[in-house]
Each structure stands twice: as structure tokens, then as C-alpha cells.
């Protein structure tokens, strides 16, 4: 007895669909329905792009790091 074969799609037509989504306001189950996808399979995509865009822990900056003046910054504001 043979198996289902399982489907393959190209990194480019997952960030398409992906994009869909974001562009078109439509749910992930909605745009699915439209590829004739399952939920669950776009669902990843989405969070597997998510992913690949939020920064690493080693680049991202604290708020506080990036809103603390420098020394000689505060020292000007300090004289005026």
C-alpha cells in the first residue's frame, strides 16, 4: 500500500503566501483555504518568518542602554 506523497513548495511561494496574509488582512485559515493549504502548515510559515526577523538576543539593545545619555552629553546638559 502506498503512502501519501508529501507536498513540497518552494521558499519563494511560502513567502508569498506569507505575504498574503499580511497584505490582503485576511485570517491564516482564510488565505489556507484560498491555497488549499491546511491551517496548521501556513501557521508555521508564519511563525518561521517571525523567527527569521526578530533580532537575536546578542544584537538587540535594552531600551535603557539606547535612551541613557553619554557622559558628555549629560555634562553639557549638566553646564547649561
Avoid at 531600551?63 to 547649561?80: G, N, V, W, Y
Amino acid at each position: 500500500m502506498e503512502g501519501r506523497q508529501r507536498r513540497w513548495f518552494a521558499d519563494d511561494y511560502k513567502r508569498q503566501a506569507v505575504d498574503l496574509i499580511a497584505s490582503s488582512g485576511l485570517s491564516i485559515g482564510s488565505v489556507a483555504k484560498e491555497l488549499g493549504l491546511r491551517d496548521s502548515v501556513l501557521r508555521r510559515w508564519v511563525e518561521q518568518r517571525a523567527a527569521r526577523l526578530e533580532p537575536t538576543a546578542a544584537t538587540r539593545r535594552s531600551t535603557t542602554q539606547a535612551t541613557l545619555p553619554s557622559a558628555d552629553h549629560a555634562a553639557e546638559i549638566a553646564r547649561l
